[in-house]
């Protein structure tokens, strides 16, 4: 079972690749939970093993990530977290489905805000400039998701970029209000104007470096 079943660790540890650990030893630990969900997977259920093994295989890796990451979570928050994950692997065997924080809260015989606030104490930093997207020219990164819900009118004012933002296309101006003032994502912005989420990047991108020049 092992030994046929290596391409499911394999293809876990890919998804993985670029945090900078070694590929030895997230097959090494992917190797541990294929070895789990061997022991714990039961035949008699209607569900395929790669279905069960890859969940068990991706929940080690990223327990061995969050063990050796750089941001400290206290002992008790961790503890309380894997307990809350045996819980749910546990549930989601016996059920086939995933448990409602309620459940698990229930289980454990703690406060669901306990619980909660253990589960996200443990949950992997994403970069800001993770790339989620590319259309081979303009990469669009984690932070041109996040919208900004405060009243930029201020911050405009206080690096006098009135004279620069007047020199802007129409559609520029526009983005650049939708972003900046309005708080909306790219996503967002897009969808107002009606063009891809790649052409307000490249749009947005370029009217900031053209006020940058202006400014200087």
């Known amino acids: 079972m092992i030994n046929g079943n290596l391409r499911l660790v394999l293809s876990v540890v890919t998804r993985f690749s670029g945090r900078g650990e070694n590929p030895d030893d997230l097959f090494q630990v992917g190797c541990i939970g294929l070895i789990k969900a061997i022991d714990n997977f039961d035949c008699t259920k209607d569900v395929r093993f790669s279905t069960y093994g890859v969940p068990m295989i991706i929940g080690e890796v990223k327990r061995y990530l969050r063990d050796h990451s750089s941001v400290r979570v206290s002992r008790s928050l961790r503890d309380i977290a894997y307990r809350a994950m045996q819980v749910k692997e546990e549930f989601v065997k016996l059920n086939d ?120």
């Open 97 to 216: 489905r995933e448990p409602t924080i309620e459940e698990i809260a229930s289980s454990l015989g703690l406060p669901k805000e306990n619980v909660v606030i253990a589960l996200e104490a443990i949950v992997e930093p994403i970069s800001l400039y993770e790339p989620v997207y590319s259309d081979g020219t303009d990469t669009i990164y984690v932070m041109d998701q996040i919208g900004d819900s405060n009243d930029d009118r201020s911050w405009l004012d206080e690096i006098a970029l009135k004279e620069a933002v007047s020199s802007l296309g129409e559609r520029e101006k526009k983005i650049l209000v939708l972003r900046y003032l309005k708080g909306r994502t790219q996503v967002e912005v897009a969808d107002d104007i009606g063009i891809s989420q790649a052409q307000v990047s490249r749009l947005e991108k370029a009217a900031l470096k053209k006020i940058k020049n202006d400014l200087q």
